[in-house]
């Protein structure tokens, strides 16, 4: 089996390569525990993913669930109670759902506008340099932490909103500031989003358009924003549950305690009062004095199934229109 | 278009003439001029905003300050200017007006001999590692006169330290006022007055001086209740341990799942490539689940279900699961998808010429991974490491859910230790109304800010080594 | 809508430049109206950068840049007051691979139109329906005009740019090898559709098919490629107009030596 095999190049190593060749005359399988180990690893890695997917549902389904059958409190109850007020035993969640709405709609005002303007001008206006110098940017608006926005919220603008609309329209903690923040902790989200999904639309469809004597803006809104609709949908989807999700701008800006949703006191749907969000909530609650048995405790993970549910019904519809109606362009 | 009927051609219109299609071209140039302005003004707002926030912050962190005082500052150096004090006049103060005190800065600070031994060792072994005043290297701390027990204090805390200790210790500073930056350099006299009408001048003790929040002392003091004497070295230590112990978990098992995820799970089994499919929908459903939902894991699976781990009991330590460790875990499984869809991507773009390459030399698979892919993906993987612990230094919502501590006082030492960490305390000092929280709170934002620059930074520059060493 | 005067287009000395480097050399040319002039040459020639010259599509290239003139109509295209908007209403362009727009077949012919203004639906409709038929496309649509214009055949989706194109009435199309990504029948049906659309238009298609450009055209431009060395081993490649004649006369008597290569099939 052992041919000679000899160049002139290998003529010093010739006598190795022999003697390794000798060796390997087997073709067949060898055990490699080696492999297998690191395979083993890998697969766990891999599976770890959904240990984590599975201890998030188990965990706040399973509180949840101590929660609901204390008997203080049922599933009706829960999403029609006009308040939240666990020492008068009142566990209605729409109050703080409410307010997530309200701060979530204020942010994606700023948001989606803004984001879109600033994807299309990236993506059909700007010269290279500037394009190359500005995402960057945008990367850091979106890098900073939620916290520091928060603080914005509170010290710069809130004082402005209350300079604009005066004192006594604008409370120190109110929705209005908190979203429009959030807004501008999103806009960079979406903009980047979009930017890809413009960025992707083929040039020869650009070239169609200007072909038939369209001007630039006909070409972006009539051509490339069209197919481009369902990224940039996606885009704003991921920035609705971003908005949802969002906790510190809320827990430092938007209020602490919840609001009611009806009645005579209804005061949810005010821009300039404060309101607290399901995070907030969530926040204002754990970080104070908690007892792990308490039906207080056990509401935290229900307002987090219901935060989870919501977030995750988002993300499938966002994902689901990216692959659904990914364009096809030939 | 022209229709032929009978031979001749007809020529029928339905485009506009001349005269129209040059009225129609001018307006929708015109609109077209408007969505330009919308667009470029939707990238100068959010310029505007970035530029406001830390024009916001900076102006919070630096500026003058209205404070009363218990002991009148001039009782306690020459001209009452506390903060142009040298270490000397300080470290003077401070034996005069506080002598046993003063022996405990000593003790906590500069010691190297166990507590009991403390008074009866002398100084050359008290103060060993530390600069010791020439002559009195053989006498014990009780044997020092005042003078020489200031040059001690003098030769080895530094100015910051002592100022900290003199205004929160000895004065009692209470701060009254806190202006910003850009009044205190512009508005300096109109603010002097306006405090002497609203506080009252030197008889109410009220005084009128520009503080920098932001100092380096700042970065080294350990936290305190008070505003003025507090430092983050208690919580930019315990970000630094969670930021640490985090990326050591979720590293390896990031890319661990992103090589399973790109070189394994591609087979002859189907089921083997649904399992793959399976995990990666997984993972990227997890990259949109909200933090503080991570944090409500963490409580009740770290805190509470494996407390008996994570509190360090079954090392014999006591205390609760709110720890280091328990932080870090969570920690660790918010940052896993990010890691793991960064490292899939930087896998994804090795070519697989390279892959071809190595099998045809007859490499085992995970010999091709581990020298050929993984440093050809390195660049791309470690962008998303520097993306996870940017995101792991600046989160806050888990970490409070999970128990960050509101009272703490002494730097961790160690995965089981209480914590605290930066943005948690950037939040809870900007909830509190007071002015001087505020202050404090904005000087955080800047310690954490340039943290997370030096940490991207870094990332910038290990991403062009190693793409100059794989071109190399 | 037949012009003035026998000429379509006139070019004089017209070089085209990318940034610094020259791709088209000194070209000049007169392409008649309601004729078929093709450009034929081998890749690189420059043949697809002067028919893009013709409607300021290079306009759409940062780096592009043109001298001499170029005159349609008695105008000149390249003056400052010219706009480009107004050019490419006049003059059409179909192009190499089929780009109907992700719109459903009635939208994308009836896209021109409404951007000049035209709104009322029975015109639409009209304009549609006709164009369609001068497409050769009507009888296999006009079932279901609300089809995706994508969801036709290669061929069927050049007839709808094609359509698309004729819609907004220009003077001119241009046809930057229309036909290379189409297969033998759906080549054949486009000829033919040239052939009937050159009573209405003038046409100027590029195309590497000399075989092609011997059915359909009435005039070809043979394009050729020049080299020259320079320092450093490398060389500067441009694109000159080599042969101009009636399509019979340049292939079956060229002037020149090259053209003669070039269509026997030595080089491309």
Same mark, same amino acid.
């Given at each position: 089996m052992a041919t000679q095999y000899e160049t002139s190049a290998s003529k010093s190593g010739a006598n190795t390569i022999r003697a390794t060749r000798d060796a390997r005359t087997t073709i067949y399988k060898r055990p490699r525990p080696g492999e297998s180990a690191i395979q083993g690893f890998l697969i766990f890695c891999g599976l770890l993913s959904v240990f984590t997917t599975l201890g998030i549902v188990y965990v706040l389904g399973s509180e949840a669930l101590l929660f609901f059958s204390t008997g203080a409190v049922d599933l009706v109850e829960f999403f029609t109670a006009p308040r939240w007020q666990p020492q008068s035993g009142e566990f209605g969640i729409m109050p703080l759902v409410s307010a997530t709405l309200m701060t979530t709609l204020f942010a994606m005002l700023v948001a989606i506008p803004l984001g879109l303007g600033a994807a299309i001008y990236l993506a059909e206006y700007a010269p290279e340099r500037t394009r190359a110098t500005l995402k960057p940017i945008l990367e850091i608006l979106a890098g900073i932490p939620t916290v520091v926005y928060g603080y914005f919220a509170l010290t710069f603008m809130t004082p402005l909103l209350r300079a604009i609309f005066g004192q006594n329209t604008v409370s120190i903690y109110n929705v209005a500031s908190a979203g429009l923040v959030m807004g501008i902790m999103i806009l960079p989200t979406i903009a980047s989003m979009s930017e890809d999904a413009l960025s992707a639309v083929p040039?020869?469809?650009?070239? $169609?358009?200007?072909?038939?004597? $369209?001007?630039?803006i006909e070409t972006i809104l009539k051509v490339v924003l069209p197919a481009a609709l369902s990224g940039v949908i996606a885009?704003?989807?991921v920035g609705i549950s971003r908005a949802v999700g969002e906790t510190m701008i809320v827990a430092l800006a938007a209020g602490a305690g919840p609001c009611i949703l009806y009645g005579a006191n209804s005061n949810c749907f005010q821009s300039f009062g404060a309101a607290e969000t399901m995070t907030g909530h969530i926040v204002r609650i754990s970080g104070g004095d908690l007892s792990y048995n308490s039906i207080d405790y056990n509401s935290l993970f229900a307002i987090g199934l219901t935060l989870f549910v919501f977030t995750l019904i988002l993300n499938l519809i966002s994902r689901y229109i990216t692959n659904r109606f990914r364009e096809v362009y030939q | 278009m022209a229709t032929v009927i009978d031979g001749e051609p007809e020529i029928k219109t339905f485009m506009p003439d001349e005269a129209a299609f040059k009225r129609g071209l001018a307006g929708r140039k015109t609109r077209g001029l408007v969505w330009q302005i919308f667009f470029i003004a939707s990238i100068v707002i959010a310029l505007l905003a970035l530029a406001a926030l830390f024009l916001n912050v900076v102006n919070s962190s630096f500026g003058l300050v209205a404070s009363t005082f218990e002991i009148d500052p001039d009782e306690v150096v020459e001209g009452g200017d506390l903060q142009a004090a040298s270490a000397e006049q300080l470290a003077a103060a401070?034996?005069?007006?506080?002598?046993?005190?003063?022996?405990?800065?000593?003790?906590?600070?500069?010691s190297s001999v166990p507590t009991n031994e403390f008074t009866t060792r002398p100084l050359s072994d008290v103060l060993s590692g530390h600069t010791i005043p020439p002559g009195i290297e053989s006498k014990t701390i009780n044997e020092l006169t005042p003078e020489e027990l200031g040059a001690v204090l003098a030769a080895n805390l530094s100015t910051d330290t002592m100022l900290t200790y003199v205004s929160a210790d000895i004065v009692g500073e209470d701060v009254l006022e806190t202006y910003p930056l850009f009044d205190s350099l512009f508005n300096r006299g109109a603010i002097e007055a306006e405090v002497i009408e609203e506080f009252g001048g030197e008889a109410e003790n009220v005084e009128v001086y520009f503080r920098s929040w932001l100092r380096p002392s700042f970065i080294v003091?350990?936290?305190?209740?008070?505003?003025?004497?507090?430092?983050?070295?208690?919580?930019?230590?315990?970000?630094?341990?969670i930021v640490t112990i985090t990326v050591l978990i979720a590293f390896p098992i990031g890319v661990g799942a992103a090589i399973y995820l790109e070189e394994y799970s591609v087979s002859k089994n189907p089921w083997a490539e649904r399992f793959a499919r399976v995990i990666e929908t997984n993972i990227r459903n997890l990259a949109g689940v909200p933090s503080i939902i991570y944090g409500l894991l963490g409580l009740a699976i770290f805190v509470r279900a494996l407390s008996a781990i994570t509190s360090g009991a079954f090392l014999g330590l006591d205390g609760n699961g709110r720890t280091i460790l328990s932080a870090s875990l969570t920690m660790a499984l918010l940052v896993l998808p990010v890691i793991i869809i960064n490292a899939q991507e930087a896998i994804r773009a090795v070519p697989s010429s390279i892959r071809e390459a190595s099998y045809g030399l007859g490499a085992t698979r995970w010999q091709t991974i581990w020298k050929q892919v993984i440093p050809a993906a390195m660049p791309g993987i470690l962008t998303g490491t520097i993306l996870g612990m940017s995101r792991a230094i600046g989160e806050t919502a888990p970490l409070v859910v999970i128990g960050a501590s509101t009272a703490i006082f002494t730097d961790p030492n160690g995965p089981f230790s209480s914590f605290t960490a930066l943005p948690i305390q950037i939040y809870q000092w900007t909830a509190r109304p007071q002015p001087e929280f505020r202050a404090v709170a904005a000087a955080a934002i800047i310690v954490l800010l340039v943290l997370l620059l030096l940490l991207n930074a870094t990332a910038i520059f290990l991403r062009q080594y190693f793409r100059r060493q794989l071109q190399g | 809508m037949t012009q003035n005067g026998a000429y379509a287009f006139e070019l004089k000395n017209v070089n085209i430049y990318y940034g610094s480097k020259l791709a088209v050399n000194d070209v000049n040319i007169t392409i008649p109206n309601q004729k078929i002039t093709a450009f034929i040459g081998p890749s690189g020639c420059g043949k697809s950068t002067v028919l893009r010259s013709l409607n300021r599509m290079n306009d759409l290239i940062a780096s592009a840049r043109l001298e001499g003139e170029v005159h349609f109509g008695g105008q000149s295209l390249y003056e400052q007051n010219v706009d480009p908007v107004e050019v490419r209403r006049r003059i059409g362009m179909v192009f190499q691979k089929p780009n109907p727009f992700p719109k459903s077949i009635y939208d994308n012919i009836a896209y021109g139109p409404r951007l000049l203004g035209v709104r009322s639906k029975s015109v639409l409709d009209d304009i549609v329906e006709s164009c369609l038929k001068d497409s050769y496309l009507w009888d296999e649509v006009k079932g279901d005009l609300k089809k995706s214009g994508l969801a036709l055949s290669g061929g069927q989706q050049q007839r709808l740019c094609i359509a698309r194109t004729i819609a907004v009435e220009p003077e001119v199309i241009l046809m930057d090898e229309p036909c290379s990504a189409l297969d033998p029948i759906a080549t054949q049906a486009i000829e033919e559709l040239m052939r009937d659309l050159v009573k209405q238009f003038t046409i100027v298609i590029v195309t590497h098919n000399m075989q092609q450009a011997q059915r359909v055209s009435d005039f070809t431009a043979f394009y050729s490629i020049r080299k020259e060395e320079i320092a450093g081993g490398k060389e500067n490649r441009w694109g000159i107009l080599a042969e101009y004649a009636p399509t019979g006369r340049l292939f079956s008597?060229?002037?020149?030596?090259?053209?003669?290569?070039?269509?026997?099939?030595?080089?491309?």
């Open positions: 040039r020869n469809l650009r070239e $169609a358009s200007y072909g038939l004597g $369209a001007t630039k885009a704003f989807i | 401070i034996v005069r007006i506080r002598p046993n005190p003063s022996k405990v800065l000593v003790r906590d600070n500069l003091t350990k936290q305190s209740s008070d505003p003025i004497a507090t430092g983050i070295s208690t919580a930019l230590l315990g970000t630094l341990w | 008597n060229p002037a020149s030596e090259e053209t003669e290569r070039y269509i026997r099939g030595e080089f491309g």
